[in-house]
């Protein structure tokens, strides 16, 4: 349960909840569908960046990766990713949860640490991972 973060070299202070950016930024893999639409964003991005990065430590690729940019970005659009079926239900979820396209319906940032995923290695294996041959 270490957690470790890296690459902020593009941060922003939001100094009110309700302030919007609009800075088109960000590594492609990982951007938000709001910056795409530059329909302005706030915290939920770094839901989605967090959720991306999960599914890469958990599946060994990007959600959304492929051989261009342009592909990359209409992937992330149309919330085209496939979750592998070894991956657990609590996984799962949270996943979904937080690639979901409405930035306003994705788990707020407080509320992840409550989420199954994270609480239940307590009681049983979380996340069963098999080589990546599917």
């Known amino acids: 349960m270490n957690i470790k973060l890296s690459d902020f070299g593009l941060a922003t202070i939001v100094k009110h909840d309700h302030d919007l950016k609009e800075t088109h930024c960000g590594t492609p893999n990982y951007i938000a569908p709001e910056i795409l639409e530059k329909t302005g964003y706030s915290y939920p991005v770094d839901v989605w960046s967090i959720g991306c990065s999960l599914y890469t430590m958990l599946i060994g690729r990007c959600p959304f990766e492929t051989k261009s940019i342009s592909l990359t970005y209409g992937k992330i659009r149309a919330g085209d990713y496939v979750i592998p079926k ?48 599917d």
């Open 86 to 133: 070894y991956v657990n239900e609590y996984a799962r979820d949270l996943i979904e949860g937080m690639l979901t396209l409405d930035q306003y319906k994705r788990p707020i940032l407080a509320g992840l640490a409550d989420h199954p995923f994270l609480t239940a290695h307590r009681t049983s294996p979380v996340v069963c991972i098999t080589p990546l041959d």
